[in-house]
Structures are given as C-alpha cells and as structure tokens.
C-alpha cells in the first residue's frame, strides 16, 4: 500500500504572529471591559469582537493547535450557554461570556473551514 501523506496548513510568518497575539490579547480585554461597561454593549462593538475574532482565526493558530483550538472553542460555546441559564451568574458574567464567544467563534469558523479546505485537498 502506498503511504499516505498529510499535508498541513502553511505556518504564518513571524510578523503575522505578533498582529495575531495582539488581536487575541484586544479580543479577550475587549470582550471583558465591553462586558463590565453597559456603555460598551453595542453592536458596533460586537462587529469589532468579530472582526478581531477572524484576525485571530486566520493569523494566530497554527496546523499544531488546530485540534485543541476547536475542542477548547465547542467547550466555551456549552459552558457560555450553560452559565446563561444559570441565574445566580448574574447579567454581567453572561454578557461577558456571551462577548466571549462574540469574539471567539470567527476564529473557529476560519480554523475549521482551514481544516476542511486541507482534509478535502488530500490526495
């Protein structure tokens, strides 16, 4: 039989590492701060957490921590709609959770279509 091949995702320069990092570490202080602050909540702000969320999903995980990215993604959507539920959480927690995964689902999105694209590329 003849040995099977898998290709990988290309790595990302050095440069778009560092954007990538620093588009998580704004995500994750934004999404935070927009929760504290009624002000904050905003659509604009939402599509920003978004915006940040494909930056994200595009330059900042690697083919490596493609598996644990999305398993760790599907565990904060459960546990984001579980404490939803959970009334003594109190509003503030569940918008932040809710900011949270705002900011982290177009980066799942871009991971797994990553993913799909590379799986369906092999020969």
Do not use: C
């Amino acid at each position: 039989m003849a040995k099977r091949v898998v290709r990988s995702m290309p790595v990302m320069p050095v440069r778009d590492s560092k954007v990538g990092h620093w588009a998580f570490l704004i995500g994750v202080v934004l999404a935070v701060i927009a929760g504290l602050v009624p002000a904050l909540q905003t659509p604009k702000i939402a599509w920003v957490l978004v915006g940040l969320g494909l930056i994200v999903g595009l330059l900042n995980i690697t083919a490596r921590e493609t598996e644990q990215f999305l398993v760790a993604t599907v565990a904060l959507v459960i546990a984001a709609d579980a404490a939803g539920d959970i009334i003594q959480l109190g509003y503030t927690a569940a918008v932040i959770l809710g900011n949270v995964v705002t900011f982290v689902f177009p980066a799942a999105l871009i991971v797994a279509f990553k993913t799909i694209w590379v799986l369906a590329s092999e020969e």
